[in-house]
C-alpha cells in the first residue's frame, strides 16, 4: 500500500491536482475510487471524462460531515476492498 500527499497552502489546488493526477489514471485502471470529496461523483467523473476514455467507474462517496460517515473513515480497513483507490480532501 503506497501513501502520496499533496501538501500546500489553502486553495493551491491540491484536491484537484490529486484528482487528475492519481485518481483518473486509478480510474481508468477500473478501481474502486474511495473518497470524501464534495461533488466527485461516477456520475460527474463520467461527464468530465467521457471524451478521454469509456470504462465503467465505481465510486464510494463518505459523508464525513456525520458520525456514520467519520466511523466509516477510521474503520476503512475493515471494509475497503484489495486495490481500491482512496482520496480524502
Avoid at 53 to 68: A, K, M, P, T, W
Wanted: charged share 20%; net charge positive; glycine share 8%.
Amino acid at each position: 500500500m503506497a501513501i502520496k500527499i499533496h501538501h500546500g497552502p489553502n486553495g493551491s489546488y491540491k484536491t484537484s491536482g490529486a484528482v487528475w493526477d492519481d485518481a483518473v489514471p486509478a480510474a481508468k485502471a477500473g478501481r474502486l475510487i474511495v473518497t470524501n470529496i464534495r461533488g466527485m461523483s461516477s456520475e460527474k467523473f463520467h461527464m468530465l471524462c467521457f471524451l478521454i476514455f469509456l470504462i465503467l467507474l465505481i465510486f464510494y462517496n463518505i459523508d464525513h460531515e456525520s458520525q456514520e460517515g467519520m466511523e466509516r473513515i477510521r474503520t476503512w480497513f475493515h471494509w475497503v476492498p484489495r486495490n481500491a483507490f482512496m482520496i480524502f480532501g
